[in-house]
């Protein structure tokens, strides 16, 4: 057996005991000695095992210290989907349509779930967004509420209870940018933190209200586009913020 066959058993020895729980995130793998007697290889093959185990996305090598468990990788493969769409040409319609498709059924399974849910968690992530959002409009920063939607976001696919979705959904989100409707620009800025109030409201009381198909169509009518709306975000690259004329919207939101 040669070197890359042992260096490959070694890593996915390793990958696995990472897996099951052995060694957690930020903890220090046993040095290359004790790997390559742990696994029965030499230093040389633990060490091309290692460089595996980073390609892979779980293992870091710090300077000087030793070899590391990375945190959780949900960021790492959210820009590698959204690498794998920009090569292969994708719109921002691509994404919306696999997203309107995702978090309806994301809130529908968190509607069977309701009495497992922490409704004070999602609604104070909730508040987080729209202060942001709040401080972000009258500051004119287009992303400085980016990062609490997004973490409201996984808040709801995790309500889901269900791991694909837990993992795909967060990702897709974050291959997108947020929509921008034209009519805000003549909306004050407490018009439109009322607005998403509503919008996200809505979202959860039908979650609340453990009916499965009334949530669905909930999150279906919110994020609801006509036929004109997707033909122009069909002319947007994936990643760049779509400007929405209102009159394109089915639901006024």
Not at 161 to 177: D, E, K, T, W, Y
Not at 227 to 242: H, M, R, S, W, Y
């Amino acid at each position: 057996m040669n070197r890359k066959n042992l260096s490959e058993l070694m890593a996915e020895g390793v990958r696995e005991a990472i897996l099951a729980g052995a060694w957690k995130a930020g903890d220090a793998l046993p040095t290359e000695p004790e790997l390559a007697d742990r696994y029965g290889v030499s230093r040389a093959v633990v060490r091309d095992g290692t460089r595996l185990l980073a390609a892979w996305g779980l293992v870091e090598s710090r300077q000087g210290k030793g070899v590391f468990v990375t945190q959780n990788q949900d960021e790492g493969f959210a820009e590698a989907l959204l690498l794998a769409l920009r090569r292969n040409g994708a719109s921002v319609w691509d994404v919306e349509s696999a997203e309107a498709h995702l978090l309806p059924e994301a809130v529908a399974m968190a509607a069977k779930r309701s009495g497992q849910i922490h409704f004070e968690d999602l609604e104070l992530l909730r508040d987080e967004y729209l202060m942001a959002l709040e401080q972000a409009n009258r500051d004119g920063d287009g992303r400085g509420f980016r990062l609490p939607w997004l973490a409201l976001v996984d808040a709801l696919y995790r309500a889901s209870g269900n791991a694909v979705f837990q993992i795909l959904g967060p990702a897709v989100a974050r291959s997108r940018q947020h929509r921008h409707f034209e009519d805000l620009e003549e909306m004050s800025v407490d018009e439109q933190v009322e607005r998403e109030r509503k919008i996200l409201n809505q979202i959860l009381d039908g979650i609340r209200s453990g009916n499965e198909d009334e949530a669905r169509e909930i999150a279906q009518r919110v994020m609801s586009l006509g036929e004109e709306a997707q033909q122009l975000l069909i002319t947007f690259p994936v990643g760049e913020v779509p400007r929405i004329p209102t009159e394109l919207l089915i639901h006024k939101r």
